[in-house]
């Protein structure tokens, strides 16, 4: 048997009888492991950074903690936070099971959001649970088509979907700000161009006397529902198969362009859901405050994650905190918003660096039986 | 618009736009094509190039030197690159993906440190005018062009030339086309590219010192207004060939000035949309000339692995 380093500390029966059963067990610790470094790193060269601008960083870090999950009054700012990022990093994360690279969270969530509250006038006076629904369909409709349409370009044209769903985030906005100010304009928003109220008692409300509304219950459920899909269906499996061996996917009958546009739709109609949601329980409307970077957010939700949906669950809250943390930042510290901006890139860089180290460290290695 | 040009204001605007809005696509184009070449994506260049401007706004501003200003963007540039090449030589990193977090990351920074310079005035780079002929203040104001756009005229047909025909321009093109034969020659591939990824970054900020010295000539947070995402969108459209780059500043330059000129002669009832023409274009471009079966023509053979 090769012995290791790592087996000469952790030499133990219990860890070696886990190590010899269950890949699963490893794989978490191996990914808690690397992100917790990844996260450490960040953390660490963001207080450089903070200590540079003469900002005592012990000071910023427990203001960020503070303001995201020091009370109880700050985790629900963090919770309602958490509630678009949990969809919207869906919508990275399942196209990437097919090994697409999709980045258009943003472009499917200022649509689903615009078309969720344009689709309440269509059923005017209609019970709320009515109206619910309708515009979670024309949300959902138009985020899946939004996402599908690159899927597709990549699947028959070899278009590379990074560049293209990069694009189509502006080109989205540019549609959003046209139809918020043209087709879709409530001439009563004078100052800030909105669509049309989507009626005040057809809003989403808060849990028990919280000030967390009920979207953050629906997109938990929608994570759980998407990895039931991932890992317990054909079509979950058939995707991870798509993304990791193409052609042995395709040897073995799968219709692989069939499942990566599925799984496109399905990633943008969740983006396109994030946007409903954020009109029907926050803004009542579908204006500028719908465009603030949910779902760049998303991008990095997903990586945190590693494309795995009940992974979404605590990386969206925690990313969550890092948005609800910047508003004491900024009260308490002065700092402004591009701090947390930094903190999020350095975030980004690090997670996505640290790709690197999985498989490096051999006590992570399930046990080989000689 | 005047009244003495009539229908020629807008042709003659959109000149001017482009004489002013493509030199900023010049020289990210030229850095990302350089990046490219050397079988690496940048997707950060968006980052640089906000970087690149806010640096050359501020060093402008305490120095009173332009052109110290565009060293300095430069520098930035060439830092930034190097944390993506360093990042990007560590085995199964995503190049692509981790571009969308250095454009991030350049934002969140310049943003950060760049508060402070919205109110004061900067020194401009001097510009040379060769509308002096004639009498038409709209032609004289069109016809103004900055320095930096011989210069990166120059540059371009410097990089076609070195390329083609220097030691370095094989070796940068090698490591493009095929890892396994510059391993045999004895280059280090990581190497290359991160040299290729730095210097790109300091060519693609030269361009943002562009931005805040000389049009629009201040610094704000919308500076860029995308400059930098299509960078990769260019270099595709000009086949990776750094002339062609030329022509790609051009079109990408008129297609942002179109929009300008055509609500100064009173159409205004689309401009939102007006100001999507470029990415569109950029669709277009990449649908046209992407195919599933065969490989780009022109593209470095390493890039198609990641590209596609």
């Known amino acids: ?252 009958g799968i219709r692989i362009n069939r499942v990566i546009l599925w799984f496109a739709f399905l990633g943008g109609a969740c983006a396109g859901l994030a946007g409903m949601i954020q009109v029907a329980a926050v803004q009542e409307r579908a204006n500028d405050g719908l465009n603030v970077g949910y779902g760049y957010a998303g991008i990095l939700v997903a990586f945190m994650a590693r494309q795995d949906p009940l992974a979404i669950i605590p990386v969206a809250v925690l990313l969550g905190g890092v948005h609800a943390g910047k508003i004491l930042l900024a009260t308490q510290l002065g700092l402004p918003n591009s701090a947390a901006l930094v903190f999020q890139g350095l975030l980004f860089l690090f997670i996505l660096g640290a790709e690197t180290l999985y498989g490096r460290f051999s006590i992570f290695q399930p046990q080989v039986r000689t | 618009m005047s009244q003495s040009l009539g229908y020629w204001g807008v042709p003659l605007a959109v000149l001017g736009g482009i004489l002013r809005l493509s030199p900023p696509f010049l020289f990210v184009s030229l850095g990302e094509c ?30 009173g030197s332009p052109w110290l200003g565009v060293l300095a963007a430069g520098a930035v540039g060439f830092i930034l690159g190097s944390i993506h090449g360093w990042f990007c030589s560590r085995p199964r990193v995503n190049d692509i993906a981790l571009g969308i977090a250095m454009m991030f990351l350049g934002e969140g920074l310049a943003f950060y440190l760049g508060r402070g310079l919205i109110q004061p005035q900067a020194a401009q780079l001097a510009s040379v005018n060769l509308g002096w002929w004639s009498h038409q203040p709209e032609i004289v104001a069109a016809l103004k062009i900055n320095i930096l756009l011989p210069v990166g005229l120059a540059l371009a047909v410097i990089m076609w030339w070195a390329f083609r025909y220097t030691r370095w321009g094989m070796i940068v093109r090698l490591a493009g086309e095929s890892t396994d034969a510059s391993r045999a020659m004895g280059y280090s591939i990581n190497t290359i590219r991160f040299l290729a990824t730095a210097i790109g970054g300091f060519i693609a900020a030269i361009g943002g010192a562009f931005l805040s010295l000389y049009y629009p000539g201040s610094w704000n947070d919308n500076i860029s207004s995308g400059q930098g995402l299509m960078a990769v969108a260019l270099v595709i459209f000009a086949r990776w060939n750094p002339i062609n780059c030329i022509y790609a500043a051009v079109i990408f330059g008129g297609a942002k000035a179109i929009g300008p000129a055509l609500q100064a002669a009173g159409y205004s009832s689309y401009t939102y949309l007006m100001n999507a023409a470029p990415y569109v274009l950029t669709m277009v471009i990449m649908i046209i000339t992407c195919s599933r079966t065969r490989a780009w023509v022109g593209a470095p053979a390493e890039l198609g692995a990641s590209l596609r």
């Open chain 1, 1 to 252: 048997m090769r012995i290791s380093q790592g087996q000469l500390w952790l030499n133990f029966p219990m860890v070696n009888a886990v190590r010899a059963r269950s890949g699963f067990l490893l794989r978490l610790a191996e990914s808690l492991t690397i992100t917790g470094a990844a996260l450490l790193a960040s953390v660490m060269v963001f207080s450089i950074f903070v200590a540079i601008m003469k900002v005592n960083p012990l000071q910023a870090l427990y203001a960020m903690y503070l303001g995201a999950f020091g009370t109880s009054f700050s985790w629900q700012v963090t919770l309602v936070k958490a509630s678009p990022l949990l969809l919207t990093g869906l919508c990275t994360a399942l196209p990437m099971r097919t090994g697409l690279i999709v980045i258009g969270g943003e472009g499917a969530f200022v649509l689903g959001g615009l078309f969720a509250a344009e689709a309440a006038h269509f059923v005017p006076g209609a019970p709320t649970i009515i109206v619910w629904l309708v515009m979670a369909a024309a949300g959902c409709l138009v985020g899946g088509i939004w996402i599908m349409i690159p899927a597709a370009l990549r699947v028959y044209r070899g278009v590379n979907e990074t560049i293209s769903t990069l694009l189509m985030n502006y080109i989205a906005i540019a549609i959003f700000n046209q139809l918020v100010e043209g087709l879709f304009h409530d001439p009563n928003s004078l100052n800030n161009p909105s669509t049309y109220s989507i009626g005040d008692n057809n809003m989403i409300g808060d849990i028990g006397n919280s000030q967390v509304h009920w979207g953050l219950i629906v997109g938990m459920g929608v994570c759980v529902l998407a990895w039931i899909l991932v890992h317990h269906t054909t079509l979950g499996f058939s995707a991870d198969l798509a993304g990791g061996n193409p052609k042995a996917a395709r040897l073995s």
């Open chain 2, 34 to 63: 350089l990046t490219e070449k050397s079988g690496r994506i940048n997707l950060g260049q968006e980052g640089t190039l906000v970087m690149g401007a806010m640096s050359a706004y501020g060093i402008s501003y305490l120095s």
